[in-house]
Each structure stands twice: as C-alpha cells, then as structure tokens.
C-alpha cells in the first residue's frame, strides 16, 4: 500500500524550484484539491506567480510572509527582522499544516531559509513529522539539508547547466518572473 500524503523537496542551484511546486499545485487545482502556499522569503518582489494564484483561488491560497530576498539586492531589513518573519512563517506553517483544510502546503524557499540560519532545521523536522497522513508537504528551495531528504519520499535535484545572465541577459518578465 502507498503512503497518501508525501514528502517532496525540490532543491539545487537550478531554476525552477518553485515553478515546479506551481507546477504540482495547477495539476492539483485541475481535481478541485486545496492548496496553501507559505513563502518565506520571496516577499517584497512583484512577480507573476502572484497574479496567476489569484486566477486560482479559491482553490489556492498564497501567504506571503518573507520580507524579500536575505543580505542581496537592496535588502534594507535587518536581519533580526527577518529572523522574526521567518519564525511567523513557521508559525503559519504550523497552522495551515494541522488545519485539515488543505491537500497540499508548499513551504515555499524553506530550505534556503533554514541554511540562512532565519529557521531552525529542527522546528521544521517536527513540522514534517506532525504532518497528517493525508497531507502533501512540499518544501523548495536550495541547500536542502540531508536531514530533510532522508524524511522526504520525493527530492529532485534542480542543476544548473547554464544560465543566460551569465551572458548579460537580464531576467524576463513571464520567464524568471
């Protein structure tokens, strides 16, 4: 017999980490499942996910808890701060994970996260333990930790081969946001 709910991380320095996750949640919407999900860092930018979720709702439901990208590009929010947002994020997670409302949480840039040190690896080792048997817990971002992959039932690795900012192009409205 297979496990109802599953584990799934994507990582690794490639692109689409959380396009995937998406990926997964439109598929889910197609069968009228429930679907949140809880970005921890991705907060201050406007990017086109954002406008697609709301074509998705009610089905879908975006928390949107990071106050943007950690220590690059103009972040201005001391890092206290974002310690304290992630623990908020955490403590959503918490709730949206036990409410039996959802067949999908994705824990969105969690694993980028937990290797800024904003969350603790532990606090979300209880959240995937106490997760109940139905639900589907999906977890991305990169430097996903062994400890993370070993309770996963799914992890694909996103690599890298090559990236066209590396030839000066700019990133893409539609494409990289």
């Not at 959802?102 to 997760?131: M, R, T």
Request: some cysteine.
């Amino acid at each position: 017999m297979g496990k109802d709910g599953l584990v799934i991380v994507y990582t690794g320095n490639g692109k689409g980490k959380t396009t995937a996750a998406l990926g997964m949640a439109l598929r889910a919407v197609g069968y009228n499942h429930k679907i949140c999900m809880i970005q921890f860092i991705k907060g201050s930018w406007p990017y086109g996910e954002i406008e697609s979720i709301k074509r998705l709702q009610p089905e879908f439901e975006l928390e949107i808890v990071g106050k943007g990208f950690v220590g690059i590009i103009d972040d201005k929010t001391a890092r206290e701060d974002h310690k304290k947002i992630a623990q908020e994020a955490i403590e959503i997670s918490k709730e949206k994970i036990q409410s039996g409302n959802y067949n999908i949480v994705i824990l969105d840039e969690i694993n980028y996260a937990i290797n800024l040190g904003l969350v603790d690896l532990n606090d979300v080792l209880i959240l995937i333990k106490s997760k109940p048997e139905k639900l589907n817990l999906v977890l991305t971002g990169n430097y996903a930790k062994d400890e993370i992959i070993d309770v996963a039932d799914l992890v694909t690795e996103m690599k890298e081969i090559k990236h066209p900012f590396k030839s000066g192009i700019k990133a893409k409205k539609g494409i990289d946001f």
